[in-house]
């Protein structure tokens, strides 16, 4: 029996039901009833008309319409933060001449790549008048370089290293919420452009706040042995503060509004219908069910506007 709903024209997409041949199915006359009833039974009839569609499924397919089964999930309530992309300064050197003297030849420039005992320059020692070489102590990338050849040098940085094969996203937490987070949880952190993402833990939270902002640093670790941090690059990240289970859910993306109601479509067989849902708690990915769908029960998941204009179209239709 089709589930009785508000429905009310939806994003009307041209030539759905044409290009995918889709087959509206009317619910079937009360028995029994005649003109004496049907002034009380209008507005029913109305709700019903053009809510259940039938589509073949290889239609479905090339539309794009995929389904998944109702059933428990995990819902986390996430804390956002924000803040930049640092080096992590336990992986930078920096390197010096260890006899004063003159640089006879300087190897390396500012951003290029060195392994680890590198050369990275030539000073002759105004001792030995012998040359030596500079070193690099670890593989990295040349984030300063203040030495040329014909300089003299005596115990100056000449050479700063930075290790970016691990980086550090640097947030900010206000202290309404420190006692939400500890070491060693998982962060989900984001560039703001959206092209970079990837997890890490908290490795540390400073004991120190800033007066102004009233918040404080929290630093989370970054695999970037492909380069894709860099440093000073904006971030956006969201920590996992608590989480339930939940019995049934769906898909956040298979919601859409009908009326004033959340609904997904149902689907069986060839058929779908929409059907109105009682919503718990949501995050970014689910939404709990507490009435209106069972476990195992299937719908659609992607796509799902799609079914919706085509009923919306059918019920404009049945308007006029």
């Known amino acids: 029996m089709t589930r009785k709903i508000p429905i009310i024209a939806g994003i009307v997409l041209l030539g759905v039901a044409g290009m995918f041949g889709i087959m509206r199915t009317e619910p079937p006359a009360a028995a029994g009833s005649g003109h004496e009833n049907e002034e009380d039974h209008a507005d029913e009839h109305d709700e019903e008309r053009g809510s259940r569609i039938e589509i073949a499924p290889r239609i479905a397919r090339d539309a794009g319409l995929v389904t998944a089964q109702a059933g428990p999930a995990r819902i986390r309530e996430m804390l956002p933060l924000y803040g930049a992309i640092i080096t992590d300064e336990r992986r930078i050197r920096a390197v010096g001449a260890r006899f004063p003297g003159i640089a006879r030849a300087v190897h390396r420039n500012l951003g290029d790549r060195v392994v680890a005992n590198e050369t990275l320059a030539l000073v002759e020692s ?44 640097e947030l900010a937490v206000f202290r309404r919420d420190l006692a939400r987070l500890r070491v060693g949880q998982a962060v989900d952190v984001r560039s703001d452009d959206g092209d970079v993402g990837g997890s890490g833990p908290v490795n540390f939270i400073s004991p120190i706040g800033s007066g102004e902002s009233q918040s404080v640093k929290l630093r989370v670790m970054l695999d970037n042995r492909d380069g894709r941090w860099q440093p000073g690059m904006f971030v956006t990240a969201e920590v996992e503060v608590a989480a339930t289970e939940v019995a049934v859910a769906v898909a956040r993306s298979a919601l859409q509004r009908l009326g004033d109601s959340d609904v997904v479509f149902i689907n069986e067989g060839d058929h779908y219908e929409p059907r109105q849902l009682q919503l718990g708690r949501t995050d970014r990915d689910h939404a709990e069910v507490k009435a209106g769908l069972a476990a195992g029960e299937r719908y659609v998941k992607d796509n799902s506007f799609l079914i919706k204009a085509e009923i919306g179209k059918s019920a404009a239709g049945h308007e006029h």
């Open 126 to 169: 105004n001792e030995s008048l012998q040359n030596y070489p500079v070193r690099s102590p670890i593989g990295g990338v040349v984030i300063s370089r203040n030495v040329n050849p014909g300089e003299n040098v005596a115990g100056e940085t000449i050479f700063t290293i930075a290790d970016l094969s691990t980086v550090v996203a």
